[in-house]
């Protein structure tokens, strides 16, 4: 099994001293500024219940050991760290701080189990410098993705964008657009929401108005090697969004000549999708229906999401009725393929 969502805790400041420059140690010991906000996840969501609490002598890495990699013989799990280097408004903050985020989770992560695969932390509002960083530790063999919020200043297809998606391509590693994102501006058109709730709940939107972008503003025929995996985002709007994306392209493509095939069809040879959230009911017989509908039995990845917390726990849930084939394919095989692990 490869899970290809376990989320690390953000780290304590005090814990990237040794990677961060003397005047950035310096400015935080003596000043309110702390480094980023802390994690897009509010602390509260963390799963309950005993299986999921660390004992008292436990490290992080000690229980996501017993929780996730032991209890479901994990093979490979993919490292999100939720630092929001996004919000940060000082570009040279940004730059150090994710870089010392990187090191900090090759250091205590990565070297301690040779299970763990990661994401890189990039300071996606400043896409040149989110390149170099890229460039910087794209080539250390723990880290497999890039990790972009999927809530961005500008559409992650903006040509303003367009180091970092040659970065990706040139380090042959998947860009990772997860759940989260603190730029400053709102997260629907219409505005702010007033709860968490809301925001939870409308990110299939934001998810969907990224996957529009990035394949509009043609990334995917730029880069025809690139990659993607949207995380977190719940993945049974996929065949509805799919339609109707593609017969607004028939419409419309004199707009988008660049734009060669079906939306559609680009999707299925660049996107992956986590299972966590299950956005449906956990019926395998409906997500055997949702899968035909995808027309690929290669798009969706298992996902853990430890430690947060949803409604049912796809390993023993969802997993154990779909049939033999494809529940092999979710757990390990599109994983394997896609991540080149």
Not at 14 to 37: D, I, Y
Not at 216 to 225: A, Q, Y
Not at 275 to 301: H, K, N, R, T, Y
């Amino acid at each position: 099994m490869i899970d290809c969502d376990v989320h690390v805790p953000t780290p304590e400041v005090e814990a990237l001293f040794p990677h961060l420059p003397a005047h950035w140690v310096e400015h935080v010991q003596q000043t309110a500024f702390k480094g980023p906000t802390g994690s897009y996840h509010p602390p509260n969501i963390a799963r309950d219940g005993d299986r999921f609490q660390p004992l008292d002598s436990e490290s992080a890495l000690d229980a996501l050991r017993r929780h996730v990699l032991d209890r479901l013989g994990v093979e490979i799990a993919i490292l999100n760290c939720l630092y929001t280097i996004d919000s940060l408004h000082n570009p040279e903050a940004a730059v150090d701080f994710a870089r010392a985020a990187n090191d900090w989770i090759v250091e205590e992560w990565l070297s301690r189990d040779p299970r763990l695969r990661a994401s890189i932390v990039v300071p996606v509002q400043l896409p040149e410098l989110a390149a170099r960083e890229i460039d910087r530790v794209g080539a250390h063999p723990g880290f497999v993705q890039v990790l972009l919020p999927v809530r961005t200043e500008h559409p992650l297809g903006s040509r303003i964008h367009r180091p970092l998606w040659e970065a990706i391509d040139r380090n042959n590693l998947v860009a990772g657009i997860h759940y989260g994102g603190s730029p400053g501006n709102p997260p629907f058109p219409s505005g702010w929401p007033s709860h968490h709730f809301e925001d939870h709940a409308g990110m299939a939107q934001v998810a969907q108005s990224q996957l529009c972008s990035i394949i509009s503003e043609g990334v995917f025929d730029l880069f025809p090697e690139v990659r993607v995996t949207v995380s977190e985002c719940g993945f049974t709007w996929l065949p509805a969004f799919m339609w109707r994306f593609d017969k607004e392209w028939r419409n419309l493509r004199r707009i988008v000549p660049w734009v060669k095939r079906a939306p559609s069809a680009y999707m299925r040879d660049h996107l992956r999708l986590t299972i966590q959230p299950l956005d449906a009911p956990p019926s395998p017989g409906l997500m055997a229906s949702v899968v035909d509908q995808i027309g690929s039995e290669e798009m969706l990845l298992f996902a853990s999401d430890y430690p947060h917390a949803h409604v049912c726990d796809p390993a023993e849930s969802f997993m154990p009725g779909l049939a033999e084939g494809l529940a092999r394919r979710v757990s390990d095989e599109n994983a394997r393929a896609w991540y080149r692990v």
